[in-house]
């Protein structure tokens, strides 16, 4: 049965479910020793390597997760688990708290004004204006839930999540968001492009951003991914923005 920690690390001070544990022990194995190598394969035969099916899609969000909470780091293209001295996990425990506490808490009593929302049509064509270009987007730290929440609130009002009672239900979406559409939408909405008056809304109601392919003739780390059932070539980077599966190394 999995242990719901590992190490040192509390998986629910840091709010982790099963699976993105699983990844974390995982690739702490191969971070233990002075001279490990840390995790270097794909994220396909990671998922392989848990002890319960999951699919790379899933493995790949808790990748992104682990890292920006800083429970594991990238050292070319390895990846290690961190020590974290237990005044930390005390201290994460405490922040996780006082972030639910805060988003349950109504500050603002006067009903909040919301800006237009964008028809269908409109969504269309900013999605794409912007399509997220792999480059540019992997030099992005993926957006955290705390950062839409926070975005969310600057337009609807402090305490508004609260009084809608859709925190669970828009946590859930944004865990099924690829790392390029949090970065879309968080960009969106701060700057006005994109709003619903529900936070679960709003993040379920975002498109996809689609990824861009390349011809095979190009220079880099590229690689064979399957995307809706067809072989297709990107780079490395789109692949890990984007969740797609992982075939071959070009």
Same mark, same amino acid.
């Given at each position: 049965m999995l242990r719901y920690s590992f190490g040192n690390i509390d998986g629910k001070a840091y709010g982790l479910n099963a699976n993105e544990l699983s990844v974390y022990e995982a690739i702490g194995k191969c971070s233990r020793k002075d001279d490990a190598r840390g995790w270097y394969a794909d994220m396909k035969?990671?998922?392989?390597?848990?002890?319960?099916?999951?699919?790379?899609?899933?493995?790949?969000?808790?990748?992104?997760?682990?890292l920006t909470l800083g429970l594991i780091r990238r050292d070319g293209k390895s990846l290690f688990a961190v020590q974290i001295a237990r005044e930390d996990v005390q201290n994460a425990h405490e922040n996780v708290q006082n972030a639910h506490e805060n988003v349950q808490i109504a500050q603002n009593p006067t009903p909040p004004l919301y800006p237009p929302i964008n028809?269908?049509?409109e969504m269309?064509?900013?999605?794409?204006?912007?399509?997220?270009?792999?480059?540019?987007?992997?030099?992005?730290?993926?957006?955290?839930?705390?950062?839409?929440?926070?975005?969310?609130?600057?337009?609807?009002?402090?305490?508004?999540?609260?009084?809608?009672?859709?925190?669970?239900?828009a946590r859930d979406a944004w865990e099924n968001c690829t790392p390029a559409k949090?970065?879309?939408?968080?960009?969106?909405?701060?700057?006005?492009?994109?709003?619903?008056?529900?936070?679960?809304?709003?993040?379920?109601?975002?498109?996809?951003?689609?990824p861009t392919f390349l011809r095979g003739d190009e220079s880099g780390d590229i690689v064979q991914v399957r995307y809706n059932g067809a072989y297709k !070539?990107?780079?490395?980077?789109?692949?890990?923005?984007?969740? !797609?599966?992982?075939?071959?190394?070009?």
């Open positions: 035969t990671l998922a392989d390597q848990l002890p319960h099916r999951v699919d790379r899609s899933t493995v790949s969000r808790a990748v992104d997760k682990l028809n269908i049509n269309e064509n900013e999605n794409t204006r912007t399509l997220v270009l792999a480059h540019e987007a992997a030099k992005t730290q993926t957006p955290s839930f705390e950062e839409i929440i926070k975005a969310y609130e600057e337009k609807a009002g402090r305490g508004q999540l609260a009084r809608n009672g859709a925190t669970d239900l949090k970065i879309k939408l968080l960009a969106a909405v701060r700057s006005g492009a994109h709003f619903k008056p529900r936070l679960d809304w709003l993040i379920t109601d975002f498109p996809e951003p689609q !070539l990107c780079t490395r980077a789109t692949m890990e923005l984007f969740g !797609l599966e992982w075939v071959r190394d070009w």
